[in-house]
């Protein structure tokens, strides 16, 4: 649909404000420039240890410069964590793993006070959980409890968490990325809608092509891990997000970015009949976020409605919920995307023609 609902007419007034005040200090050609060259450096490193996935080492590096957190879903053994690991030394960040199984707790995350004697007085004293730290990499996500997994959602979101009443913040910058085996196997539980929404990006990491599968026999030994040199510090690191956030956002790309979460809705477009709930106002935050950090990557000072089409399919497909008849037909997220993706116009009204080309 052309016109905006009222309900996102307020996610259009954010979005707008928040375009107002990157275009105070926006990014110069220069900045540009230079924050291509690390990231440029970042995507290469990463293609040397992850061959045949292209694409998904721009989202992935997407979403780390928008600074969100990713899901990537997967079958064992197609380097997932091997991504993770790889990324992690890139960026000589400090990095924890934890390796989620049924029978871990939340403590087991996020610390607990343990007693000790301290100046002669026995009391409890916070020990801190692997989540303090600047890269997670929550491995395996689906094969703990709901009850652990929502140990996550306040450092996701806040960046903090909370034991016995105490908050305590976590380093800067923060990441979690999770990775998870799909839902249909034995073992695993499936993510809360309220888990999976604090996730910037779900990426599917697909299986390899032929021709990958033999370059990757011909250059590794199975147990043999790829060494890779850093290639940025974490001033540079902190300097590129603190760039991509005064990247400029049009008004017209807000208002595209708002009406395509507005058709994720129930009447507001064709495609979301079969769709029973749609995408927050988190989506259209994230939208105009990975949006951002894309023009980046290819070195411009604003963003684009094609940015916003690279990223959309990441940031919405784990953000709908699809009705029962279906899912029945066959009906998956994906789709159901890639049809609103279709059916909503970049512009909001007709170019006049005028100014169309002959």
Do not use: W
């Amino acid at each position: 649909m052309a016109q905006l609902s009222s309900e996102a007419k307020p996610t259009l007034t954010y979005l707008t404000r928040t375009r107002m005040l990157d275009v105070m200090e926006q990014a110069s050609e220069t900045e540009i420039t230079q924050a291509a060259e690390h990231v440029r450096a970042l995507t290469a490193g990463l293609n040397q240890v992850i061959f045949g996935q292209e694409k998904l080492v721009e989202l992935v590096i997407t979403g780390l410069l928008a600074r969100g957190h990713i899901l990537l879903e997967g079958l064992p053994g197609l380097g997932k964590t091997e991504l993770v690991k790889t990324l992690s030394q890139l960026l000589s960040l400090d990095t924890k793993r934890i390796q989620f199984t049924p029978d871990l707790l939340p403590g087991d995350i996020t610390g607990n006070p343990v007693l000790q004697e301290v100046d002669g007085r026995r009391e409890f004293v916070f020990q801190e959980g692997p989540i303090f730290t600047n890269l997670c990499l929550a491995d395996e996500i689906n094969r703990a409890s709901p009850k652990t997994q929502s140990a996550l959602l306040e450092a996701m979101q806040e960046r903090r968490v909370t034991v016995l009443g105490t908050t305590h913040s976590l380093p800067q910058p923060f990441f979690v990325l999770a990775t998870q085996n799909p839902i249909e196997l034995e073992g695993t539980y499936p993510l809360p809608e309220a888990q999976l929404d604090r996730f910037l990006f779900k990426l599917e990491v697909s299986r390899n092509e032929v021709s990958t599968l033999q370059r990757i026999i011909t250059d590794r030994d199975l147990g043999q891990e790829p060494e890779v040199a850093p290639t940025l510090n974490a001033s540079d690191l902190q300097e590129t997000l603190e760039l991509v956030r005064r990247i400029y956002l049009p008004e017209v790309v807000a208002n595209y970015i708002a009406r395509l979460v507005d058709a994720t809705h129930p009447g507001q477009s064709n495609a979301a009949k079969a769709i029973k709930y749609g995408a927050s106002p988190r989506a259209a935050l994230s939208l105009a976020s990975a949006a951002r950090a894309r023009a980046l990557l290819n070195e411009r000072a604003h963003t684009s409605f094609e940015d916003v089409r690279f990223v959309a399919p990441s940031v919405l497909r784990h953000r709908i919920l699809l009705e029962y008849n279906a899912r029945v037909e066959g009906l998956n997220n994906n789709d159901l995307v890639e049809q609103i993706l279709a059916e909503v116009p970049t512009q909001s009204e007709a170019i006049p023609k005028t100014l169309q080309n002959h």
